[in-house]
């Protein structure tokens, strides 16, 4: 399986995260724009935060040109197509958007300030709405129990509720969940997903089945429920997808996000096209630090989900 490369971010070159959702036929990608090349990023693990969300638009899926970064205005964020400033004072990652019936909503992690070490640092699932994809009102934090929580997953499941999956760093990074019957109010549901420390849920249905597919650092793990929530791993406790040596590169698939297209489902996901980089270690070289987006097929074949090239 062959997986081309589809999308550097042009400023920084430190695309991670992807969601990717269409609008009258215009294809939105919403990632973190790490600041990889940055000249002075400051020390330590700085050049992670101080990360604005980039924007990107394609037509197909495949050509993406950039489209700005979600720059913070009174009241939320709007899409400046200049991009970010050389120097930023808050760290956005990980959007997960959504669109309720009505209109988009996006779930977004912010950490105050321009951390330069992991821990010590609270973590927030912000909620903000948008009609146009553009111009993003900030409604506030949600309230999950945990002032470490990153990385949003929400999707509408069976019965018509509502669920919000996240990575607990103070769970030992496991995956919860909340419900709600309306978007506007959560009620703790606690681990959805345990064992194996991991981040960046997605969650999808395809093929009559509920999927989650979860970062390990090593590749992807893929559960599987009939129900959006009771869970079971899809093959052994060492099985994932996007592993090594099944993506461009020396590394593995990181956090990424489907999006339906007709009958076929995309998931965007990134890498590292030059080195495995992992959180824990330094990264001192600018090629250390590098990531670029691509995408796969998903299917479901006889002994589960599967990946074909796109």
């Not at 495949?62 to 009241?75: C, F, I, K, N, Q």
């Not at 010590?120 to 999950?144: F, K, M, N, Q």
């Not at 698939?253 to 999006?259: D, L, N, R, S, W």
């Amino acid at each position: 399986m062959t997986i081309a490369e589809l999308y550097r971010d042009p400023v920084y070159d430190g695309a991670t995260d992807p969601v990717v959702v269409i609008e009258g036929g215009t294809w939105w990608m919403f990632y973190t724009q790490r600041r990889a090349t940055h000249p002075d990023p400051g020390p330590g693990v700085a050049w992670v935060h101080g990360s604005r969300i980039g924007v990107a638009q394609s037509g197909d899926g495949l050509r993406w040109e950039y489209a700005g970064t979600l720059e913070p205005v009174r009241g939320g964020l709007d899409l400046d197509r200049s991009g970010p400033p050389p120097a930023t004072d808050r760290t956005h990652w990980a959007p997960e958007v959504v669109h309720d019936g009505q209109r988009w909503r996006m779930y977004l992690t912010e950490i105050d300030g321009v951390p330069d070490r992991w821990p010590g640092h609270a973590r927030t699932i912000v909620e903000y709405r948008s009609d146009d994809l553009r111009s993003w009102r900030r409604e506030g934090p949600i309230d999950l129990g945990s002032d470490r929580v990153i990385d949003a997953a929400v999707a509408r499941v069976p019965g018509g509720s509502w669920r919000l999956w996240w990575k607990d760093e103070a769970a030992d990074s496991v995956t919860k969940v909340a419900v709600s019957d309306d978007l506007d109010t959560w009620r703790q549901g606690g681990i959805a997903i345990g064992g194996t420390a991991h981040e960046g849920p997605s969650v999808f249905e395809l093929a009559g089945r509920w999927w989650m597919i979860v970062d390990e650092w090593r590749g992807m793990a893929v559960h599987v429920s009939d129900d959006a929530v009771h869970w079971r791993r899809q093959g052994g406790p060492d099985d994932v997808i996007l592993g090594a040596g099944e993506v461009p590169g020396p590394g593995f698939g990181h956090h990424g996000a489907p999006v339906r297209v007709g009958d076929d489902v995309w998931f965007y996901f990134f890498g590292h096209p030059t080195r495995a980089y992992v959180p824990d270690e330094d990264a001192d070289d600018i090629d250390d630090r590098r990531c670029a987006i691509y995408r796969v097929r998903l299917e479901v074949g006889d002994h589960g989900l599967v990946t074909t090239a796109g």
